[in-house]
Nanobody, 121 residues
Framework: QVQLVESGGGLVQAGGSLRLSCAAS???????MGWFRQAPGKEREFVAAISWSGGTYYVDSVKGRFTISRDNAKNTVNLEMNSLKPEDTAVYYC????????????????WGQGTQVTVSS
């Protein structure tokens, strides 16, 4: 069983930065780790993913602004978010899974509770 706990959300002005962290318990080192987000009234959206070997994948809207990283020894995944925009406002979820389609929520078996990120204009 895997449990995921996110932290690091908050309120920031446009152009600012936040760092989200996801602490995992259980065996996740061979899993893909991903970040998704969901804004009010919208579907859950893929943000970024990192494979067990360190390969990274991003949705186009965050490329060049967000960086995902993982520390397999510490069982943590981080999402560094820079140049934040109001449209980045959402609840951000950490996820873990073994599917091959990194942007598909169905590829992930485990989800955290989410952390709120609010970007003011």
């Amino acid at each position: 069983q895997v449990q995921l706990v996110e932290s690091g959300g908050g309120l920031v002005q446009a152009g600012g930065s936040l760092r989200l962290s996801c602490a995992a318990s259980g065996r996740t080192f061979s899993n893909v780790m991903g970040w998704f987000r969901q804004a009010p009234g919208k579907e859950r959206e893929f943000v970024a993913a990192i494979s067990w070997s360190g390969g990274t994948y991003y949705v186009d809207s965050v490329k060049g602004r967000f960086t995902i990283s993982r520390d397999n020894a510490k069982n943590t995944v981080n999402l560094e978010m820079n140049s934040l925009k109001p449209e980045d406002t959402a609840v951000y979820y950490c996820a873990s899974g073994r599917g091959i389609y990194y942007s598909d929520p169905a590829s992930y078996n485990y989800w955290g509770q989410g952390t709120q990120v609010t970007v003011s204009s």
